[in-house]
């Protein structure tokens, strides 16, 4: 396993008035690894995800390739590699969907305003680039380029989940946080996702997945972070969370091991 770490958070707490959504929730995750973050409906899960990203007031530190970035606004964290997909498909319908990763993809693909005036021929060029970036970026993310001309609310559940994952990436990552990717996906688009998680981690980027769905999170991840009622349940390799009476009695009201059965 990388002994360096990419992704650290410490006591890590969130308020909403009265309400105690996070307290005391420390993790970390190194390059080349993939750290499941699972746990009950209402156990702190997406209030994680949004502590960490600086969406909301929070206390404890974030620490991101060993730089402390607890101030580093939310807009100021994806030039620093540490970019988030969120749980529900949000794309730009009146673009197509090659035209959608392009636009995210910053100065790769837009020259500004003083390139563009003064040297036309060359931000034409970049465009062009781009779009052939965008293109096989795509198909690396399970996108077939069948739907790259098309609007992403005409391409198939499946394949919209696939490119949300591309989108959040962009032109790179060091650190990937996914909130519930594999959320009404099976077959062909599982067996997709799956393949998709274990190429990035080969590649070194370090990934946080929320998921519910357990059979995916006890096959892919190298830890688990198991949150309940805001506050860190467990944490451990698959095997030490799957024994782990707390987390079964949490889940399940039984200490019960059956992994199968140990669904959010």
């Not at 969130?14 to 996070?22: I, T």
């Not at 693909?109 to 040297?119: E, K």
């Not at 965008?134 to 380029?145: I, K």
């Not at 599982?190 to 059979?215: D, F």
Request: charged share 20%.
């Amino acid at each position: 396993m990388p002994s360096t770490t990419a992704l650290a958070v410490e006591g890590l707490g969130v308020r909403y008035g009265a309400l105690v959504a996070l307290d005391g929730v420390s993790w970390s995750v190194a390059p080349g690894e993939l750290l499941g973050i699972i746990g009950p409906n209402g156990a702190g899960k997406s209030s994680c995800y949004d502590a960490v990203t600086a969406m909301v007031r929070r206390v404890g530190r974030v620490t991101l390739g060993g730089q402390d970035v607890t101030a580093v606004p939310p807009y100021g964290l994806a030039a620093l590699g540490l970019k988030r997909a969120f749980q529900q498909n949000a794309f730009f319908d009146d673009l197509s969907v090659r035209d959608n990763l392009v636009a995210v993809l910053g100065q790769r693909a837009h020259a500004g305003l003083a390139g563009s005036v003064f040297n036309p021929v060359g931000a034409a060029r970049r465009r062009h680039a781009a779009a052939d970036f965008a293109t096989r970026q795509l198909v690396r993310f399970g996108v077939p380029e069948a739907y790259h001309a098309m609007s992403p609310k005409e391409i198939p559940y499946g394949v919209q989940r696939m490119l949300s994952i591309a989108l959040a990436y962009g032109d790179g990552a060091a650190v990937l946080l996914l909130d519930e990717p594999a959320a009404g996906l099976g077959g062909e688009d599982m067996a997709q996702l799956v393949k998709l998680l274990g190429e990035l981690k080969r590649e070194g980027v370090a990934l946080v997945v929320i998921e519910h769905h357990m059979e995916l999170i006890m096959a892919v991840a190298d830890r688990i972070c198991v949150l309940d009622l805001g506050r860190q349940l467990a944490y451990g390799t698959p095997a030490e969370v799957r024994n782990d009476p707390r987390v079964l009695e949490a889940y399940l009201g039984a200490a019960t091991p059956r992994a199968e059965e140990v669904a959010a």
